[in-house]
């Protein structure tokens, strides 16, 4: 029985590399493919696939009905929502990039799905909401990130209460090198060279910035329901190791592969059997050396922000979480400088007054008021 996936976000990297994943492999039919709005791509996707759905967010004049025999073609912000939570979906794959997950994420699980989730910021958002949604409807939350991917596997069959420490490793980015007076010059184009992943615009930059790695603590901490002072990051360049479970005994149990993002995705899909990812074996005789160094705290502010932020809880993670999406999308333009997206997150966080155990809606708004926030200051207006 083949199982029915669908991809949320499927013109996206991470959407392509799993259709790339799921063509080479006979098990899987794509139920529904979702996109914010590539249009183009995703009606070649579905040419070829053959879902019996998809979606459009926010679609083009003339592609309400795109003509393609057999597919029910949906529109609107809402769509992903309904795809989400299809009764005929074994598993979900949520590759939607920033807070836009949220409602998609919550959809899945109130309808007692496997997600395979490849979105950081839903969880950093309202990991507590979430989680107590998914236990409440007998949800499923596989992770996709290689990081947490790979403590996913690392922890099976162990006791949770066995574990002394994760330790989450981190490629450094592009400027793990670079001094404090160097970083003042990046250009987007330097800060989009990410030395060992293919990945989108926005992660790309908070890898550089190293956000990705404070954004990845907090999604741990609710993933794993582990306390932040048993989560350590850690630079590991090579990206051969994509992370470590140590256990009170002094075992370190390491998950390594080549850095491909295709195969924790097949097996965040095929969970809890494993596919053939079509992925080249790590070998071990030519891999050389494996270095690990401590992260430089100092060098790369927005770290320590997202770890305030996840400490602090309520709605501070979101605020900390949209500010760094304005602030990044905003470098991305070129109206500011790389330093320059920590210091609109703080100025966010400093103003922000934290709401304990938010509901959606005011998990939102301090979103929105976050976002209002960092245009604010980055045009002028009360900066």
Same mark, same amino acid.
């Given at each position: 029985?083949?199982?029915?996936?669908?991809?949320?976000?499927?013109?996206?990297?991470?959407?392509?590399?799993?259709?790339?994943?799921?063509?080479?492999?006979?098990?899987?039919?794509? &139920?529904?493919?979702?996109?914010?709005?590539?249009?183009?791509?995703?009606?070649?996707?579905?040419?070829?696939?053959?879902?019996?759905?998809?979606?459009?967010?926010?679609?083009?004049?003339? &592609?309400?009905?795109?003509?393609?025999?057999?597919?029910?073609?949906?529109?609107?912000?809402?769509?992903?929502?309904?795809?989400?939570?299809?009764?005929?979906?074994?598993?979900?794959?949520?590759? $939607?990039?920033?807070?836009?997950?949220?409602? !998609? &994420?919550?959809?899945?699980?109130?309808?007692?799905?496997?997600?395979?989730?490849?979105?950081?910021?839903?969880?950093?958002?309202?990991?507590?909401?979430?989680?107590?949604?998914?236990?409440?409807?007998?949800?499923?939350?596989?992770?996709?990130?290689?990081?947490?991917?790979?403590?996913?596997? +690392?922890?099976?069959?162990?006791? !949770?209460?066995? #574990?002394?420490?994760?330790?989450?490793?981190?490629?450094?980015?592009?400027?793990?090198?670079?001094?404090?007076?160097?970083?003042?010059? $990046?250009?987007?184009?330097?800060?989009?060279?990410?030395?060992?992943?293919?990945?989108?615009?926005?992660?790309? $930059?908070?890898?550089?910035?190293?956000?990705?790695?404070?954004?990845?603590?907090?999604?741990?901490?609710?993933?794993?329901?582990?306390?932040?002072?048993? #989560?350590?990051?850690?630079?590991? !360049?090579?990206?051969?190791?994509?992370?470590?479970?140590?256990?009170?005994?002094?075992? #370190?149990?390491?998950?390594?592969?080549?850095?491909?993002?295709? &195969?924790?995705?097949?097996?965040?899909?095929?969970?809890?059997?494993?596919?053939?990812? +079509?992925?080249?074996?790590?070998?071990?005789?030519?891999?050389?050396?494996?270095?690990?160094?401590?992260?430089?705290?100092?060098?790369?502010?927005?770290?320590?922000?997202?770890?305030?932020?996840?400490?602090?809880?309520?709605?501070?993670?979101?605020?900390?979480?949209?500010?760094?999406?304005?602030?990044?999308?905003?470098?991305?333009?070129?109206?500011?400088?790389?330093?320059?997206?920590?210091?609109?997150?703080?100025?966010?966080?400093?103003?922000?007054?934290?709401?304990?155990?938010?509901?959606?809606?005011?998990?939102?708004?301090?979103?929105?008021?976050?976002?209002?926030?960092?245009?604010?200051?980055?045009?002028?207006?009360? +900066?």
């Amino acid at each position: 029985m083949k199982k029915n996936v669908v991809i949320l976000g499927s013109t996206g990297s991470i959407g392509v590399s799993a259709l790339n994943g799921i063509r080479k492999n006979p098990g899987f039919n794509v &139920l529904a493919l979702s996109a914010y709005a590539s249009a183009d791509i995703l009606l070649r996707q579905a040419a070829e696939f053959k879902p019996k759905y998809a979606a459009l967010c926010s679609p083009a004049p003339g &592609l309400l009905n795109p003509g393609i025999r057999g597919l029910k073609f949906l529109t609107g912000e809402k769509s992903q929502e309904e795809l989400a939570s299809l009764p005929e979906a074994d598993v979900v794959l949520i590759s $939607i990039t920033g807070a836009a997950a949220i409602k !998609p &994420l919550l959809a899945a699980v109130r309808a007692g799905k496997r997600v395979a989730l490849a979105n950081k910021e839903a969880l950093v958002m309202a990991g507590g909401l979430i989680k107590k949604e998914a236990k409440r409807h007998g949800a499923e939350i596989i992770p996709v990130d290689s990081e947490h991917n790979a403590m996913f596997q +690392a922890m099976a069959g162990n006791n !949770p209460d066995e #574990i002394r420490k994760l330790h989450i490793t981190a490629s450094g980015g592009p400027f793990k090198n670079y001094t404090r007076a160097m970083l003042d010059k $990046i250009t987007v184009e330097q800060a989009l060279k990410h030395p060992t992943w293919k990945m989108g615009k926005k992660i790309t $930059i908070d890898s550089a910035t190293l956000m990705n790695k404070g954004l990845e603590v907090i999604e741990a901490h609710h993933l794993f329901s582990m306390p932040y002072e048993k #989560i350590d990051v850690i630079i590991h !360049p090579q990206s051969i190791v994509h992370s470590m479970v140590e256990y009170v005994d002094g075992s #370190i149990i390491a998950q390594m592969s080549v850095p491909d993002m295709t &195969l924790p995705i097949m097996y965040a899909l095929s969970y809890p059997k494993r596919a053939d990812s +079509a992925v080249a074996g790590l070998d071990l005789k030519k891999t050389g050396r494996l270095d690990f160094f401590p992260v430089d705290f100092g060098k790369f502010p927005a770290f320590s922000l997202a770890i305030e932020a996840g400490r602090a809880g309520g709605t501070m993670p979101a605020c900390m979480n949209a500010a760094n999406e304005e602030a990044v999308k905003n470098f991305l333009e070129r109206r500011i400088k790389f330093v320059k997206i920590p210091y609109y997150i703080e100025m966010a966080m400093r103003r922000h007054k934290t709401v304990k155990n938010p509901g959606l809606a005011e998990i939102l708004e301090a979103d929105r008021e976050a976002r209002v926030k960092v245009k604010s200051l980055i045009s002028g207006a009360g +900066a």
